[in-house]
């Protein structure tokens, strides 16, 4: 079994033009930097992306749209980017907007092997057009499908050689979802240890969901809105 | 005088009630965090996947790794727990958080709330809004009852694209606060200084007013 390459090139290596990309993280919390700076190098084009957030103008998933890479977004809120909001408006770039609990959950769904669930979030809105509705005791709810992705691609705290992933602080979000959910599931991570050094008791993702392993480098991990109070 | 953003933030802070988890959104529903009442235990819930969120950190100890739905750098406190975002809102769902506090650009009378879009001006999403109209037991809308062109924001019809329909259950803004009755905005207190006149002038949704109405205390 050997999940374990050599970093972000060689992971993404066979990413075509035009695939379906999920991506972890939430603002720029716990997002997959080297893969993404591998993907702005190689200048793959014409991507789907499924990620909360679409970055700021000059870093996480900002840098793919600057380079016009990115096709169209899933995502639920892409307030922080001035190019994404122009891109949009001009109409150069697709987005779909769903609701944060729903996209989750659609990611979900595909890991867990499920076409479609029923949600309620979005009822009586425009997130309902062209939607199948039913009743469940007394509610309506909307039927929402499992994404499909081609690759899924996450950034984790600790991973092993077999592929087990454990995420840190608020940085895990999406990602366990992602990775579980992705035909291709690639993990940088920070750091990568031999197989048998994870406490089986700590593992969010099982390594039978991640194709391809790295130990990541030069994590800038930046803080989009630092916040903090005075001592004393 | 009208109220002032924390003031707004103090008012709703006294709903909250010993055992709650609450989910406080971005904006003056992030100051109530400042005003939880002593001797009430509560619960702060953050969508992005925390429970048990702290205060700010102090200067120097920031993680990068720990940040609240409004990407602020935050802390954990004792029984803090993290999860994913499926099981965030999963809880959210599940009717498991009691109290949601939100911003809202309109309110209807009816309790539909608009929050996420201004088609062809503001397009930044609705982040977690949408599940948690949909599925929480207690909203309370915290905002500016008049936009800055001094038009009303408590509605008979929302006139942006929705968020979520008949979902409101309070509206707490710089004027009063206002309960969501099948009579449209109950207005139960006035804030100090402003009248009920004012109140009226500054309501295009239906109201009435509380024969107990009050003027708050903050």
């Not at chain 1, 991507?47 to 793919?64: E, K, Q, R, W, Y």
């Not at chain 1, 092997?113 to 062209?130: D, K, N, S």
């Not at chain 2, 809880?91 to 949601?100: C, E, F, N, Q, Y």
């Not at chain 2, 206002?178 to 207190?189: L, N, Q, S, V």
Request: hydrophobic share 40%; net charge negative; with cysteine.
């Amino acid at each position: 079994m050997k999940k374990v390459v050599s970093g972000a090139d060689e992971a993404i290596h066979d990413i075509p033009s035009g695939a379906t990309l999920m991506m972890g993280g939430f603002g720029l919390c716990g997002i997959p930097e080297n893969c993404i700076a591998a993907i702005v190098k190689k200048g793959i084009n014409n991507l789907t992306c499924i990620s909360n957030n679409a970055g700021v103008d000059d870093f996480g998933i900002g840098l793919m749209l600057h380079k016009r890479q990115v096709k169209k977004m899933i995502s639920s809120y892409v307030g922080e980017n001035a190019e994404f909001e122009r891109q949009l408006l001009s109409g150069e770039l697709e987005v779909d907007l769903i609701p944060q609990g729903t996209l989750a959950t659609r990611c979900m769904a595909a890991g867990y092997g499920m076409p479609a669930v029923w949600l309620l979030a979005g009822i009586g809105t425009e997130v309902a057009e062209g939607k199948e509705i039913r009743n469940f005791n007394g509610k309506e709810y909307l039927l929402e499908m499992a994404f499909d992705a081609d690759f899924a691609i996450v950034k984790a705290w600790k991973g092993d050689t077999q592929g087990n992933l454990i995420f840190k602080g608020t940085a895990r979000n999406f990602s366990p979802l992602m990775a579980m959910a992705g035909k291709v599931t690639i993990a940088e991570v920070e750091h990568l240890v031999p197989v048998g050094e994870l406490d089986p008791n700590e593992i969010h993702v099982p390594g039978i969901y991640v194709h391809r392993i790295f130990q990541g480098k030069d994590y800038e991990k930046r803080i989009e809105n630092r916040t903090v109070r005075k001592k004393g | 005088m009208a109220l002032t953003k924390e003031q707004i933030a103090k008012r709703i802070a006294q709903e909250l009630q010993d055992g709650f988890y609450v989910n406080l959104g971005i904006g003056i529903p992030t100051l109530v965090a400042n005003y939880i009442p002593e001797g009430v235990d509560v619960v702060l819930q953050s969508e992005n996947g925390l429970l048990g969120m702290g205060p700010f950190p102090y200067e120097g100890e920031e993680d990068p790794d720990l940040i609240n739905a409004g990407k602020q750098t935050v802390t954990t406190i004792p029984g803090s727990a993290f999860f994913d975002s499926a099981m965030s809102f999963g809880m959210i769902r599940a009717g498991k958080v009691d109290l949601t506090v939100l911003g809202a650009m309109e309110v209807a009378d009816n309790g539909d709330i608009a929050n996420w879009k201004i088609p062809k001006k503001l397009v930044k999403g609705m982040g977690g809004a949408m599940d948690l109209v949909a599925a929480a037991k207690n909203i309370i809308v915290a905002m500016q009852h008049t936009n800055p062109k001094g038009e009303s924001k408590l509605l008979p019809k929302c006139t942006l694209p929705i968020t979520g329909v008949h979902c409101i259950k309070k509206v707490v803004t710089d004027l009063g606060v206002f309960d969501i009755t099948p009579e449209g905005f109950r207005c139960i207190e006035y804030a100090p200084g402003v009248t009920v006149d004012e109140i009226k002038t500054k309501t295009l949704g239906r109201l009435v007013i509380a024969d107990d109405v009050k003027e708050m205390v903050v």
